[in-house]
C-alpha cells in the first residue's frame, strides 16, 4: 500500500462549488504539505503544518484553507471554486530529521489528485 | 527572497548520451540543495540531495555537486537511458520548506 494516498485522484467541478480533497499518510510524519502544479510554474506552496495544531500558510494560500484532523491526516478545501484553481494538487509528508542527517527534510509526495474546474 | 532557476526544456536526448540540467539558485545563508524526478503520471520522489558546500549527491547514475561559488546545483549523468524519460525538478530547503524550480523534461529517446 503507498505510504502517502489522495482522494480523489482526479474531479471535475463546476465554478463556485466547494470541494475537499483529502491526504492520507501512513509513515508516521509529523509534516504536512500541499502543493499545486501547474504548467511551466513547477510546484509551488499552498500551506503546510509541523503538527496537528500547526497551520502555516504558503505561497499561494489565497482561496484555499486546510484542515488537520490528526497526525496522518490533511485536507485541502476551495470554499468556492474558481477556473484557474485547475491544477495538479499534491499532498507531501516529511518527518523533522536530525540538521543534516539522512532523513532531513526529505518529503514524500502523494500521487497527486488532477481538479478540473470548469 | 529563495528562488530557483533551471534550464528550460524539454531536453531531447538519444539513448547514451551525456546529460547536464543546469540549475542556480538564490537563498540567503546556506540552504540545503535537492533533485526530484517526476515519471509520468506520478508524484514527485527524491533524487539526491546536498546539504553543504561542495558536497557532492548521487544516485541511479545521477551526480550534483552544490557550488558556493557559483550558487548552482547542476544535474549530470554520463550515460542516460530512456526509462530516465521524466520531469526534473531542481529545489533548495530554507527553514524547513522547499522552493521548487520549474521543472525540467527530459526526453531519451532509443
Known amino acids: 500500500d503507498a505510504d502517502v494516498t489522495q482522494t480523489p485522484r482526479n474531479r471535475i467541478t463546476k465554478t463556485g462549488k466547494r470541494i475537499m480533497l483529502e491526504c492520507s499518510q501512513t509513515?508516521?510524519?509529523?509534516?504536512m504539505y500541499w502543493y499545486r502544479q501547474d504548467p511551466g510554474l513547477g510546484l509551488r506552496l499552498i500551506y503546510y503544518?509541523?503538527?496537528?495544531?500547526?497551520?502555516n500558510k504558503g505561497e499561494i494560500s489565497d482561496g484555499y484553507s486546510v484542515s488537520r484532523q490528526a497526525q496522518a491526516k490533511f485536507s485541502l478545501s476551495l470554499e468556492s471554486a474558481i477556473p484557474n484553481q485547475t491544477a495538479l494538487y499534491f499532498c507531501?509528508?516529511?518527518?523533522?530529521?536530525?540538521?543534516?542527517?539522512?532523513?532531513?527534510?526529505?518529503?514524500?509526495f502523494g500521487p497527486g489528485t488532477r481538479l478540473t474546474v470548469l | 527572497g529563495n528562488s530557483v532557476t533551471q534550464m528550460e526544456g524539454p531536453v531531447t536526448l538519444s539513448e547514451e548520451a551525456f546529460l547536464t540540467i543546469n540549475c542556480t539558485y538564490t537563498a540567503t545563508g546556506y540552504p540545503s540543495l535537492f533533485w526530484y524526478v517526476q515519471y509520468p503520471g506520478e508524484g514527485l520522489q527524491l533524487l539526491l540531495k546536498a546539504t553543504k558546500a561542495d558536497d557532492k549527491g548521487s544516485n541511479k547514475g545521477f551526480e550534483a555537486t552544490y557550488r558556493k561559488e557559483t550558487t548552482s546545483f547542476h544535474l549530470e549523468k554520463g550515460s542516460v537511458q530512456v526509462s530516465d524519460s521524466a520531469v526534473y525538478f531542481c529545489?533548495?530547503?530554507?527553514?524547513?520548506?522547499?522552493?521548487f524550480g520549474k521543472g525540467t523534461m527530459l526526453l531519451v529517446s532509443p
Open positions: 507531501a509528508t516529511s518527518d523533522r530529521g536530525l540538521a543534516g542527517g539522512p532523513r532531513e527534510n526529505e518529503q514524500f
Open positions: 529545489a533548495l530547503r530554507r527553514y524547513s520548506t522547499l522552493t
Open positions: 503544518s509541523f503538527d496537528v495544531k500547526d497551520i
Open positions: 509513515k508516521g510524519h509529523d509534516r
